[in-house]
């Protein structure tokens, strides 16, 4: 008995000691992957914060249970990341399933809003697999290399082929197309959903380290590219002191069916009837959040949607704030009130917005204008007439900032309603080039208009099909 215990113990010191051994570098233990998203260096939420990530509880998130698996109470002062976060040695090295969950929260939400039937859910969970099953230990315990997220390559060591090799793939349109040419990742066609949350008040999150979103989130899903592949996203909307934050990023839903996706939920050239699509062809806008006075709430989206490279003026967000008692972490629904359409920084993460040729593919009809950067620096501002003039059905609108401003450049029909918002962003000085296509419209006199802080002109154009 005695010899039998010494060596359970030996073993349990060598894991220990091994896991030790990378466990600093690993991203468990860093926190990097929150730095990383929010830092201003990289275009986060930092820039309208003003606050740094050091100052945030952030960086001392733990289980949402307070305690760690031994029983002990964790002491949010001075916690620290450690191998007794997932471990109770007294039991051996095994980690429960319930510990990972304490934590990570998205996989929480997951199972609530898409419990395991035979219809919902998912079919690897559904199997009785964990996350262990898939996960290596060197992705949790750390493999002697520093990441700044788990999207770094060779962070996040499990792919959906070390499975389902792409040899091994039935012979269908789907998979010839898209996984054995390696153009459409494995999660476009198979995630059932991707769950979030929106509308984050970073007031709660400052006062109490705990967020407070305005709703969870279902049934949509992002299709962006990474590493030149279409993939599954999301995104989540800040707002802190009256401003507001947007970020897209990749993501790997914990949501997958072996026929989530069929052809026509993606491509209205297929006959499907994907909102976003149906909505961008007819005005250039996808709307993401609309808030809801009657309900107090926001409408958000629904099915596939399509990120275009045009995504930081044709993303439409509505935000709200709330005006309850920020240490009581229950909200009160009649406290969320809206404040703005007005986004003050959106940015993409690890991540890009999909091609006119793929958009062409999905079945956009119109396309993203593109904005050109020329030589030199203005010394003054400039409205240029577009070339050519008349044009059917595309034209080129020349701008010119002597300073970075933010620039609105919105084209208008003669009632003077919006036809399309082709800038909407801060422009460093410079003199800039503008597409404008016009398939969709009909023939006749529109106008273009650039506004700033400091300068505003209109211009006539005309479309003569």
Not at 148 to 172: F, M, Q, R, V
Not at 330 to 337: A, E, I, L, N, Y
């Amino acid at each position: 008995m005695k010899k039998t215990l010494i060596i359970f113990m030996f073993s349990v010191m060598s894991t220990v000691l091994f896991a030790q051994a990378n466990f600093s570098t690993s991203l468990h233990a860093t926190r990097q992957g929150k730095v990383t998203a929010y830092a201003k260096e990289n275009g986060g939420m930092e820039l309208i914060t003003g606050i740094p990530m050091d100052s945030l509880a952030c960086l001392k998130c733990h289980s949402t249970t307070g305690l760690y698996p031994d029983g002990t109470a964790i002491n949010s002062a001075t916690y620290a990341p450690s191998c007794q976060d997932c471990h109770n040695f007294a039991t051996g090295s095994a980690v429960d399933q319930q510990t990972c969950y304490n934590c990570h929260n998205r996989q929480v939400y997951e199972k609530q809003l898409y419990p395991d039937t035979e219809a919902n859910g998912d079919v690897h969970r559904k199997k009785g697999m964990t996350c262990m099953s898939c996960h290596k230990k060197d992705e949790m315990h750390g493999d002697g290399n520093t990441y700044s997220s788990w999207l770094d390559e060779g962070a996040s060591k499990t792919k959906c082929i070390d499975c389902h090799p792409l040899s091994g793939l039935s012979s269908n349109t789907s998979h010839d197309t898209h996984a054995k040419t390696e153009k459409v990742d494995c999660l476009a066609c198979h995630t059932t959903s991707i769950v979030s949350c929106t509308n984050c008040h970073f007031e709660t999150l400052l006062a109490t380290g705990k967020n407070r979103p305005l709703k969870k989130i279902k049934g949509f899903e992002l299709l962006i590219k990474r590493n030149g592949k279409v993939t599954t996203g999301t995104f989540m909307t800040y707002t802190y002191d009256g401003k507001t934050d947007v970020i897209i990023a990749p993501f790997r839903s914990h949501l997958i069916q072996k026929n989530a996706r069929t052809c026509i939920d993606c491509h209205v050239n297929m006959g499907g009837t994907v909102a976003a699509i149906q909505e961008y062809n007819a005005d250039g806008q996808i709307t993401m959040t609309k808030w809801d006075e009657g309900n107090k709430t926001m409408n958000t989206p629904s099915g596939v949607v399509p990120i275009p490279s045009d995504w930081k003026t044709s993303l439409k967000f509505d935000f709200a704030t709330y005006d309850g008692d920020v240490m009581n972490l229950t909200s009160d629904p009649t406290k969320w009130r809206y404040i703005t359409s007005n986004v003050d920084n959106i940015h993409m993460y690890y991540s890009e917005p999909l091609d006119n040729s793929t958009l062409t593919k999905l079945g956009f009809t119109k396309l993203p204008t593109a904005v050109k950067e020329t030589n030199g620096i203005p010394t003054g501002y400039m409205l240029a007439q577009n070339y050519p003039n008349p044009f059917n059905p595309n034209t080129t609108i020349k701008f010119s900032v002597p300073n970075s401003t933010h620039v609105n450049l919105t084209v208008y029909d003669a009632l003077g309603k919006v036809i399309s918002t082709l800038v909407n962003e801060e422009k460093t000085a410079g003199t800039y080039e503008v597409d404008f296509e016009a398939k969709n419209l009909s023939s006749g006199v529109y106008f273009y208009k650039i506004t700033t802080s400091d300068f505003s002109a209109t211009k006539k154009l005309l479309l003569m099909k």
